[in-house]
């Protein structure tokens, strides 16, 4: 028969985690079309044939957890997101920690810019308000790899409610579900949430359930950024219970009453002091899987982590801020505030983007370095940032499980686990200091904790990668080397693949990826990049 392609002489990892076994794969319309006994070659022909001898071949990697739907609608995004498809990416779900771009109220949408500034590569014009509108504005725009979709509370609560800080009215709260309603039936793949961003961390329990059984009655699934990841925080009062397995408790209980399966999203242990806390964290999880909620979790693998410099700043900051910071009293209060984060703050948070060109030379460095250069002390220095940038700064966080000494055990505990998958959790644009993990995760991931550490088989790493990661999202015909899925494929030398992109030097190229097709078209072949102008992606509803 003739073929499109045929990946001949190769190790399928078809992405199930079942074992490795040897076969050629048959790519026709876009579509693995069969897979071949090697006895069989005869029978196949192609236009084009990829001698896979010495390598693995997997399914494409999914990114669960993406902020990159504040990228995909601008025209250039291929290049911008090329980091993603170079490492084996060819699949990513927008829309986390309850920031989407879809659905939002039209009359909110310039609210919704500023918001989205940490995200976003630039300011788009806004060609739709709901989630089939955004998909009809990406499939005519044309997308460099495949994206599925998060209806993000955070941006649902600020069309409905704007800044407002109370809680919702019965009439609010009717408005949310409708729109969460019509971000399903329009092929939304669940709901998420960020409990650490505002205006997450002042909703209810009760408000997130209620948003939840909608997206559960459409069989989504719901995925949060908790309320803590530390050992102690702003949000819980108690002292006899780590926060951060409290934020576990609380979510995993909205999960119960809402009926929804639950992703945690990037379950990371910020801190040493919470490092200890991994194994009751994680006996937490399997305790509500006992209890019969489907809860599952994510990470990077990574010791750093990007989010918004005003993600230690409390709630009732978090409103107003900008004022804070212009007066005197305001100014005084936070520094107080932060006094204990000190240490934290100087050695731990490294400046990604500053905004203001002005201060491009202090990305990349640490807070310690830029208080020397400013003279300031670090909470000052910290303080001055976030108002020059008009809060919008962008932050790389350390010690999160793990420091860069090679003191990882939170990290590799939670990376091993059965009920954890991978994800990037990366703000990739073309400008400011970048997150290592735009360029390495999955390479990383595949060489030194599965080659090097044999912290899982390979197997079990591609399956965490893909088909777990589809399955859990909802992805149909994905995340898989199978006849009738789409010809996502990651050809790799499992004896090379690596990534040594870290926080200093985060834009290393991976190494051992061979090639990577995205629905059957070419975007790295023999080792190299060809990918310029290729627009293969699809949207992908839940399926």
């Known amino acids: 028969m003739e073929y499109d392609v045929v990946v001949r002489n190769g190790v399928v990892v078809d992405g199930s985690g079942a074992p490795r076994y040897r076969g050629d794969v048959a790519i026709k319309d876009r579509k693995i079309a069969a897979l071949i006994d090697p006895g069989d070659a005869a029978s196949a022909s192609a236009a084009r ?87 009809a504005f990406l499939k005519r725009r044309g997308l460099a790899l495949n994206v599925a979709h998060l209806a993000g509370h955070g941006s649902i609560r600020l069309s409905v409610m704007g800044s407002d800080a109370g809680e919702p009215s019965p009439e609010q709260l009717r408005a949310m579900q409708a729109m969460v309603e019509g971000a399903m039936a329009d092929g939304a793949v669940g709901l998420s949430c960020g409990l650490g961003y505002f205006p997450g961390m002042i909703a209810k329990p009760a408000e997130l359930a209620a948003l939840a059984r909608v997206a559960a009655a459409a069989g989504g699934v719901l995925t949060s950024h908790l309320r803590a990841y530390t050992e102690r925080s702003l949000f819980f009062d108690s002292r006899a219970v780590p926060h951060n397995i409290l934020a576990v408790r609380e979510m995993a209980n909205v999960a119960r009453e809402a009926g929804v399966p639950l992703q945690v999203s990037h379950l990371i242990f910020v801190g040493p002091q919470t490092w200890a806390t991994v194994d009751d964290t994680i006996a937490e999880v399997e305790r509500h899987k006992s209890d019969g909620i489907d809860i599952a979790f994510d990470t990077f693998p990574y010791t750093c982590g990007n989010t918004t410099i005003r993600v ?92 860069d000494y090679g003191d990882e055990r939170a990290l590799r505990e939670a990376m091993k686990h059965p009920l954890n998958m991978f994800e990037m959790d990366t703000i990739l644009t073309s400008y400011g200091h970048h997150n290592p993990a735009s360029f390495g995760t ?19 790493a591609v399956h965490k990668a893909t088909g777990m990661a589809a399955q859990r999202m909802r992805l149909g015909g994905r995340g898989l080397v199978r006849p009738g899925y789409a010809a996502d494929l990651v050809i790799f030398n499992p004896e090379t693949i690596g990534c040594a992109a870290d926080s200093r030097t985060p834009t290393a190229a991976p190494v051992g990826i061979e090639h990577v097709m995205v629905n059957g078209s070419a975007v790295v072949a023999d080792g190299k990049w060809c990918g310029d102008g290729v627009m293969a992606g699809e949207w992908i509803g839940r399926g």
Not at 445 to 453: A, D, K, S, T
Request: contains cysteine; charged residues 25%.
């Open 49 to 135: 044939e990829i001698d896979a001898t010495g390598l693995a071949i997997a399914p494409g990697f999914i990114d669960m957890h993406s902020h990159s739907d504040w990228v995909v609608p601008v025209a250039d995004h291929g290049k911008i997101l090329k980091p993603f498809l170079l490492q084996g990416v060819t699949t990513f779900v927008g829309g986390n920690c309850g920031f989407s771009v879809a659905p939002v109220m039209r009359e909110r949408q310039r609210m919704l810019d500023e918001s989205g500034r940490l995200c976003a590569e630039r300011k788009f014009d806004w060609e739709w308000d709901d989630v089939a509108g955004f998909a």
């Open 442 to 460: 999955y390479p990383r991931i595949l060489g030194h904790y599965v080659r090097e550490l044999k912290l899982l088989t390979l197997e079990d």
């Open 312 to 403: 230690i700043f409390p709630a009732w900051a978090q409103t107003g801020l900008e004022g804070l910071l212009d007066s005197s009293e305001g100014w005084a209060k936070l520094r107080a505030g932060f006094r204990p984060l000190a240490p934290f703050i100087a050695d731990a948070v490294q400046l990604m983007w500053a905004v203001k060109p002005e201060l491009s030379h202090l990305e990349g460095k640490f807070f310690g370095q830029i208080a020397d250069e400013l003279k300031l002390d670090p909470i000052d220095a910290y303080l001055t940032i976030t108002r020059e940038s008009g809060t919008r700064a962008r932050v790389l966080n350390h010690l999160y499980s793990g420091d």
